[in-house]
Nanobody, 123 residues
Framework: QVQLVESEGGLVQAGGSLRLSCTNPGRTLSSFAMAWFRQAPGKSRDFVAA????????IYAPSVEGRFTISRDKDRNMLLLQMNSLGSEDTAVYYC????????????????WGKGTLVIVSS
């Protein structure tokens, strides 16, 4: 059973930083890859970043590359997203996602979703 749970988001000022985490309480997150997506009001759910669980290879959406860092803590079974230099365009609900066997960086390829956590960046 996979039940992805994101940490609480919050309100942050533009230019600030926030770190999100994701766990599968009581169970491992081990899979092929884990990812973060986000969905702004009235928009589609978009890929943010992904990491392969074993090798730690990462990919990022161009809009966040250089500002966001995805990582995983295998000992704590935790997925992390460090977000720096936040702007109003980063306001969205952020979703943790798991790919069991293939990393596609698309919504369609995700096997499991968290319920999402709201991040609001105020200008």
């Amino acid at each position: 059973q996979v039940q992805l749970v994101e940490s609480e988001g919050g309100l942050v000022q533009a230019g600030g930083s926030l770190r999100l985490s994701c766990t599968n309480p009581g169970r491992t997150l081990s899979s092929f890859a884990m990812a973060w997506f986000r969905q702004a009001p009235g928009k589609s759910r978009d890929f943010v970043a992904a990491i392969t669980w074993i090798g730690g290879s990462t990919i990022y959406a161009p809009s966040v590359e250089g500002r966001f860092t995805i990582s995983r803590d295998k000992d704590r079974n935790m997925l992390l997203l460090q977000m720096n230099s936040l702007g109003s365009e980063d306001t969205a609900v952020y979703y943790c996602a798991q790919y069991k066997t293939t990393l596609t960086a698309t919504v369609e390829g995700v096997d499991y979703w968290g319920k999402g956590t709201l991040v609001i960046v105020s200008s």
